[in-house]
């Protein structure tokens, strides 16, 4: 039995030599490709979070310009006016909402509401209701009436910017 456990050795040990002998750059070569795929992969995950970070911010100011650009209402007490006389006596009774786009231009009309309902009266007093009666007429009146509303307060102020008038109620007799 001797004589076998050395023979076993034998052969072990020429397995063990060229196990020494064979380069060890293989090994080191994958460890390397391991660390520098691990550092690609990385940096490609930081450069994505950065871009998608980014434009998350985008989308976040995109979200507030399209908040601000939300319209905006300003309901008017109900007028009443007499209209320009064509039989006889009539009067015009009626409701209307403006549209603005901006909280300033609100808090501007209200500061100067009694300049406008001045403006308002004197367009809606001026007008036929004949003039005033079909649809082409009404969209005659928001304009004018607009178009009243937009000029400035005061000399060399900037004018108001009111987009829209909707009738919410008009009655002729």
């Known amino acids: 039995m001797a004589t076998s456990a050395p023979k076993a050795n034998l052969k072990a040990a020429p397995k063990a030599a060229a196990k020494e002998d064979a380069p060890a750059?293989?090994?080191?070569n994958k460890k390397l490709y391991l660390i520098i795929g691990a550092?690609?992969?990385l940096a490609?995950?930081?450069a994505g979070a950065g871009w998608y970070l980014s434009h998350q911010g985008d989308s976040h100011k995109?979200?507030?310009a399209e908040a601000a650009k939300i319209p905006i209402y300003i309901m008017l007490e109900p007028f009443t006016v007499n209209l320009q006389p064509e039989n006889g006596d009539q009067y015009l009774q009626i409701a209307m909402t403006l549209?603005?786009?901006?909280?300033?231009?609100v808090d501007l009309?209200?500061?100067?509401?009694p300049q406008v309902r001045n403006r308002l009266l004197m367009v809606l007093s001026s007008k036929k209701a004949s003039e005033i009666s079909t649809v082409?007429?009404?969209?005659?009146?928001?304009?004018?009436?607009?178009?009243q509303i937009n000029l400035p307060f005061a000399p060399q102020t900037p004018p108001q910017r009111v987009s829209g008038v909707y009738f919410t109620s008009f009655i002729i007799q």
């Open 62 to 64: 995109t979200a507030k």
């Open 39 to 41: 550092a690609l992969l």
């Open 25 to 28: 750059s293989p090994k080191s």
């Open 136 to 147: 082409e007429g009404k969209n005659k009146l928001s304009a004018d009436i607009v178009t």
């Open 109 to 113: 009309i209200k500061l100067q509401m």
């Open 99 to 105: 549209l603005v786009n901006e909280q300033s231009q």
């Open 44 to 46: 490609g995950a930081a």
